[in-house]
């Protein structure tokens, strides 16, 4: 049986998922040799409602890239905790941020919690740099998608003079996990 891992971040429109999704999917499939794929769903008003992003992270073709039971689960808010917690496998991962009420009844192998919109405003002044943060978190407590082809993937998409801020805010993802209970 094919090796086969299901990502799913998930938050408010406006926290940059999306562009955090097509980063991992890029960091595995460029970087890291493996099989990728990424969708996306959004309510219609975009900013500000829940929406969610999926990767698929395969060392075999993907043929079917709809997430169906998730591996890794971010939830960055409450509503977006709600609405997609119910998929996450009870072997798998569950990083929230730290303003997120988790479900004591949720089954995951491992919970992360750490304050990651905050982090974002207050270590690199600006709120926008969220999906950033979160993907140094996730660089530093996944062992799917490595650390170095994340941050090349960061930095083949990002604004030319942006490069500073960029790692920045990923950096401080990965001591966002060191602080609250990652491996980084």
Known sequence: MAFRYSLRLSGAGGHGLIQ????????????DDKNAAESCSYGPEARGSASRAEIVVSDDAIDYPRVESVDFFVALTQEAYDKYIKELKPSGILVADSSVRVDSAVKAQKVYSAPFVEIA???CSQAAMVNI????????????????SI????????????????????????????RYGGTA
């Open 20 to 31: 955090a999704a097509r980063i991992l999917a890029e960091a595995a499939a460029v970087y």
């Open 133 to 148: 943060v979160a993907l140094g978190f996730i660089a530093a407590v996944n062992s799917v998608i490595s650390s170095d």
């Open 151 to 178: 941050c090349q993937a960061i930095l083949g998409r990002i604004p030319k003079m942006s490069e500073r801020i960029y790692l920045k805010a990923f950096e401080s993802g990965l001591e966002a996990a060191r």
């Open 121 to 123: 405003q207050k270590q």
